[in-house]
C-alpha cells in the first residue's frame, strides 16, 4: 500500500514519517511538503492507495489536490486534516474522514488501515 502524507509543515512530516512507518509496517509511506510536490510525488510513486491531505496550503489545496489525484487513482482514499471548520465543504469533502488539528498519529494510523466499508445489502420489500 503506498500512503502520500501531504502536510505544509515540514518539521511536522519529518517527526511523523518515521511514527507512521513504524505504524504501518506493509505500508510505503512517503511524504510531501505541499500540493505540488505532491503532484510530482505521484508520477514517480505510479500508485497511491491513500492520500491523506492538509486541505489549507498555497498554490495547490487538498481539495484540488484530491480531485487530481482521484482522476489518476480511482480507488485511492482520501483522508483531509484541518486545523478549520470545514461544514461549508462538505460537497468536497464528500465521504472521505476528516482529522482535526493537531492530529493525533494514532488515530491517523487507524484511520489509513481502516478499508471502506460495502454498502449494507438492501433486501426487497
Excluded: C
Excluded at 6 to 20: H, S
Excluded at 35 to 55: K, M, N
Excluded at 62 to 87: A, Q, W
Excluded at 106 to 111: I, T, Y
Amino acid at each position: 500500500m503506498n500512503v502520500l502524507i501531504v502536510y505544509d509543515d515540514p518539521e511536522a512530516i519529518g517527526t511523523f514519517l518515521p511514527l507512521l512507518k513504524k505504524a504501518l509496517p506493509d505500508a510505503q509511506v512517503h511524504g510531501a511538503a505541499d500540493g505540488r510536490e505532491a503532484l510530482e510525488q505521484a508520477g514517480a510513486l505510479g500508485q497511491i492507495d491513500v492520500l491523506v491531505t492538509d486541505v489549507v496550503m498555497k498554490e495547490v489545496d487538498g481539495f484540488s489536490l484530491n480531485e487530481t489525484l482521484r482522476k489518476r487513482f480511482p480507488k485511492m482514499r482520501t483522508i483531509f486534516v484541518t486545523g478549520y471548520d470545514l461544514v461549508e465543504y462538505a460537497d468536497r469533502i464528500g465521504s472521505n474522514p476528516v482529522l482535526q488539528k493537531p492530529v493525533d498519529w494514532n488515530e491517523l494510523a487507524a484511520a489509513i488501515r481502516l478499508e471502506p466499508q460495502p454498502a449494507p445489502a438492501v433486501k426487497p420489500a
